[in-house]
């Protein structure tokens, strides 16, 4: 495998460089936070990386970001002879973690298939989704609904806990339920341990529902619920500040209705207990 160059080492950037390290891929890493990079390049071994594009055969945006900043940028890389996709992923940095993610790939087929085996390593599962920016709208739509579903699962939890119902008891009923979700399964067991501790914070909600909301807009399309979860997540930035963990959002339910959204046995972050093993390219049905 060619060398890896991967930059960016936050919340989830630093876990995809981890897998790949823990390959043994040849991977450097570059962040602008020194202490960020310093357990990735004692491991790796390459070590630091430079961003210099020119000596550089593909280009791959992972975050999440405005397809059309990401269509922006691939004209700049395809100007220096580089090929440019856009792969960000979904799944919860404890995906992340183990290479179980899922990678939404956006670039051409021919890129796709050369970039496959490197995608395998950090994900679990690959989607290809056609042009370049196609992955980042996708990504954004997957992340409303994401935080829908959240507001709904707060909301839901929020209601037993007011008529008294037993929290462990309502979690197992809406799980084995037509009402379960990956974000029930997964945020409401934070949620009921206290510490909401999702790795992710309510100003990135914000970011990608205001993209969500701005795709559908410069296509002529005015969102009624995700105006609404704006909303809300606005109040919620307002009142418990941008960097508070966004299953927090249920903090405005227990504020203003005097009520507690806990309960005893549910983790305090998630762990992937899946194998770490790449199940391929998902088969889109024609």
């Known amino acids: 495998m060619s060398v ?3 930059i960016g080492l936050g919340n989830g950037g630093s876990k995809l460089a ?5 390959s043994g891929a040849p991977t450097m890493v570059l962040d602008q936070d020194l202490t960020a990079m310093a357990p990735l390049v004692a491991r790796a071994k390459w070590g630091v990386a430079r961003p210099v594009l020119h000596q550089t055969a593909f ?16 004209a700049q890389v395809a100007e220096l002879g580089t090929h440019a996709a856009d792969a960000p992923v979904s799944g919860g940095c404890h995906r992340a973690a183990t290479g179980n993610i899922l ?3 956006g670039c051409e087929r021919a890129i796709f298939e050369r970039m496959l085996p490197l995608f395998g390593v950090m994900g679990r599962r690959v989607l290809h989704t056609g042009e370049l920016g196609s992955a980042s ?7 409303f609904l994401a935080s829908a579903n959240l507001i709904a699962v707060t909301e839901a939890l929020a209601a037993c806990a007011k008529v008294g119902l037993d929290l462990g008891i309502a979690y197992e ?19 009921l341990n206290g510490s909401r501790d999702i790795n992710f914070a309510m100003d990135l909600v914000k970011k990608d529902v205001g993209l969500f909301i701005a795709m559908a807009k410069e296509a002529g399309m005015e969102l009624e619920l995700g105006n609404l979860v704006a909303e809300i997540f606005d109040d919620g930035i307002e009142r418990y500040g941008p960097r508070e963990w966004s299953p927090n959002i249920i903090k405005r339910s227990e504020d203003d209705y005097n009520i507690e959204v806990i309960t005893p046995g549910f983790p305090a972050e998630m762990l992937d207990d899946e194998p770490e093993e790449f199940v391929g ?4 049905r024609h």
């Open 103 to 105: 990678i939404f790939a």
């Open 4 to 6: 890896v160059g991967f």
């Open 137 to 143: 709208q996708l990504k954004v739509t997957t992340n």
């Open 59 to 74: 280009g791959v945006e992972m975050s999440t970001n405005d397809a059309q900043e990401v269509v922006r940028l691939g």
């Open 18 to 22: 981890g897998t790949l390290v823990r």
């Open 281 to 284: 390219e998902i088969r889109v």
């Open 173 to 191: 009923a809406i799980a084995a339920s037509s009402g379960n979700s990956f974000v029930h399964e997964t945020e409401g067991q934070v949620i």
